[in-house]
C-alpha cells in the first residue's frame, strides 16, 4: 500500500534553515508528481510547493509565501522527496506534509516545523 513518511521537522530560530524528508514506498515514485502543504493550528491546509514525475518537463511551483526560499527536490533512486527551506519566518511554523495523487490523494502523517522569533 501507499505509504509517506515525513522527517526532518523541528524547533528552528527566524532566518535559520530545515529540510524536510518524505520517504515514499508503495507506488512507482518517480512516474508521479508530489506535492507539499503544511497546516497551522486553526487554520486551512496550504499548498506550498510542487515537483513532476519523470516524463514531465514541468518545472516545479512554489506558493508565492515561499518562493524564493523553499526549494522542492526529489529522488527517484532512493524514493525520496525534499524540501529545503531556508530564511525561515515564524509564520512558516505548521505541520508539514508530503503529498501524492494516484488513484486519490494520499497523505503522509506529518512533521512539525515550529520557527521562533
Known amino acids: 500500500q501507499v505509504q509517506l513518511v515525513e522527517s526532518g521537522g523541528g524547533l528552528v530560530q527566524f532566518g535559520g534553515s530545515l529540510r524536510l524528508s518524505c520517504r515514499a514506498s508503495?507506488?512507482?515514485?518517480?512516474?508521479?508528481?508530489m506535492r507539499w502543504y503544511r497546516q497551522d493550528a486553526g487554520k486551512a491546509s496550504e499548498w506550498v510547493a510542487r515537483i513532476s514525475g519523470s516524463g514531465d518537463r514541468t518545472p516545479s511551483t512554489y506558493a508565492d509565501s515561499v518562493r524564493g526560499r523553499f526549494t522542492i527536490s526529489r529522488d527517484d533512486a532512493t524514493n525520496t522527496l525534499y524540501l529545503q527551506m531556508n530564511s525561515l519566518k515564524p509564520e512558516d511554523t505548521a505541520v508539514y506534509f508530503c503529498?501524492?495523487?494516484?488513484?486519490?490523494?494520499?497523505w503522509g502523517q506529518g512533521t512539525q516545523v515550529t520557527v521562533s522569533s
Open positions: 508503495g507506488f512507482t515514485f518517480s512516474r508521479y508528481a
Open positions: 503529498n501524492v495523487y494516484i488513484d486519490k490523494d494520499y
